[in-house]
């Protein structure tokens, strides 16, 4: 079984996910606020608005949690000081600096035709 690896980015993905959320629950709010609501009608807000607001609120409390949660796990990983890169993302890095096959080959431990693939792929990527 491969270890669990959460890079910076599906990490900043979350946190935008979460802001994103954040966001839309104030636009909502501000937006309800503005133009004066149903307390400006009736005195009090509706039950049904109280809990979808409610329920917005305990959403937001569980993808702070959930984020935490894979913050704490991230640092653990990077505690145990694995390598972040596999062999493949190794290979490509190496093609994209210019390495031939056999290099690469050498380099990451894969088979010559993996890494003649690699090469021939990401070669034609660079610019």
Not at 71 to 95: C, D, H
Not at 98 to 124: F, T
């Amino acid at each position: 079984m491969e270890a669990l690896v959460i890079t910076w980015r599906e990490l900043l993905v979350v946190v935008v996910a979460v802001l994103g959320v954040h966001a839309a629950a104030l636009a909502l709010l501000l937006r309800w606020s503005a133009g004066g609501g149903a307390r400006g009608k009736r005195g009090a807000q509706p039950s049904a608005e109280r809990q979808v607001l409610n329920g917005m609120s305990l959403e937001i409390a569980d993808l702070r949690k959930q984020v935490g949660r894979l913050q704490a796990e991230v640092e653990k990983l990077r505690s145990l000081g694995l390598p972040a890169a596999s062999p493949y993302n190794q290979a490509i890095q190496m093609a994209r600096q210019g390495s031939n096959a056999s290099e690469v080959a050498s380099g990451c431990g894969i088979s010559r035709g993996e890494a003649e693939l690699i090469v021939a792929l990401y070669r034609k990527l660079r610019i």
